[in-house]
């Protein structure tokens, strides 16, 4: 029922992601005839940037959020316990809680450097953002700040989109001063900053199954089966549509 739900969601989405970038593009040419006035067309234009980052966020909300997977029996040979365990919850956690801070942090850059001069955010030394991350992690051991930190991360991602397509409207160049240009293997800011909130979804769905329920207090994790990998190839196929628009509105 969930790949059949999702399927009948993609093949909505498919043909908007694809043809709304160019009638993007037309919007954008009408607007650049009347540059110096408001009209319908630019208002369109401007609205239109808010969209696909709106569409992100409600299905990753509804849909990568809240996780359940299959808990069957325990049998030594597929189970995740010991040393191994405590290799994939620590490598886990320090990566997601390192992609939070340093996402969070892109955005109140952008913020400072775009509409308040003057303030600039003073950048983290070593021992403050390995504290940063530490009381991140420990947040995300508890269902109800991991999910916190969720919604957090959705409305920094649209913040920055926004952002973004201020810097696009405006046609204002990211250069060094920028804490986004560090990302800069990409001349598709759009594309970077979907980029890592896919890392973030990624690593968010391996979190929500290691520490799902009991796990972390009985300390075994069960191997996933299928069913427990729907909800990622789902993720990965949305995100798909999702690089491919953006890469055809630049």
């Known amino acids: 029922m969930i790949i059949k739900n999702n399927t009948r969601n993609l093949l909505v989405t498919l043909p908007f992601l694809l043809i709304f970038p ?19 067309y630019s208002i369109l234009y401007y609205l239109s940037g808010t969209i696909c ?27 995740i316990k010991g040393k191994g365990l405590l290799f994939l919850v620590s490598i886990n956690l320090i990566f997601l809680s390192y992609l939070i801070s340093d996402y969070l942090y892109i955005n109140f850059d952008l913020i400072c450097k775009l509409f308040l001069e003057g303030i600039n955010l003073p950048k983290q030394d070593i021992i403050q953002f390995s504290l940063t991350i530490f009381l991140i992690s ?36 990211v250069d060094e001063h920028f804490n986004i240009y560090r990302y800069f293997g990409s001349n598709n800011l759009n594309l970077i900053n979907v980029f890592i909130l ?7 769905f391996t979190w ?39 890469s055809l509105l630049t």
């Open 22 to 40: 160019f009638v993007q593009k037309q919007w954008l040419n009408l607007y650049l005839f009347n540059i110096n006035d408001i009209s319908f």
């Open 53 to 79: 980052p709106s569409m992100v966020c409600l299905n990753s909300l509804k849909n990568y959020s809240y996780y359940n997977f299959n808990r069957g029996k325990v049998y030594n040979k597929n189970t």
């Open 138 to 173: 420990i947040l995300l051991i508890f269902k109800k700040s991991r999910l916190l930190f969720k919604k957090l991360i959705l409305v920094n991602f649209i913040f920055i989109s926004f952002n973004l397509w201020y810097l696009q409207i405006n046609n204002i160049n």
């Open 198 to 204: 896919i890392g973030i979804e990624i690593s968010y």
């Open 208 to 246: 929500s199954f290691l520490s799902y329920k009991t796990n972390l207090s009985d300390w075994i994790v069960l191997k996933p089966k299928k069913g427990d990998i729907t909800p990622l190839l789902n993720m990965i196929i949305f995100y798909f549509f999702i690089i491919i628009y953006y």
